[in-house]
Nanobody, 114 residues
């Protein structure tokens, strides 16, 4: 499977962005999809995950502000990011845990200005 991320950009603090991750294959058969991010100078960290059983997991730092969802008909995973903070500035990576292993999409840069 290949993942194509989009939707990053520059936004002011308090604003919103929606990231999209389009998968090249049927997303229904991918056990887990989600998003990680890498803040400059730090390790890549989990942001949100969505399992094909319908459960979700979020990093504590984004709970209540970010929401992950999937559109199975479009084979796309979304990350709705609200009340963005400057500390959310990072490269966001789409992620899939498939039966054949882990797949990463290319990153999309999100910059939040204060």
């Amino acid at each position: 499977v290949q993942l194509q991320a989009s939707g990053g950009g520059l936004v002011q603090a308090g604003g919103s962005l929606r990231l999209s991750c389009a998968a090249s294959e049927n997303i229904n058969i991918i056990p887990i999809t989600g998003w990680y991010r890498q803040i400059q100078g730090k390790q890549r960290e989990l942001v949100a995950l969505f399992s094909n059983l319908g459960s979700t997991e979020y990093a504590d730092s984004v709970k209540g502000r970010f929401a992950i969802s999937r559109d199975n008909a479009k084979n796309t995973v979304y990350l709705q990011m609200n009340v963005l903070k400057p500390e959310d500035t990072a490269v966001y990576y789409c992620y899939a845990y498939t039966t054949r292993g882990v797949v990463w999409g290319q990153g999309t840069l999100v910059t939040v200005s204060s």
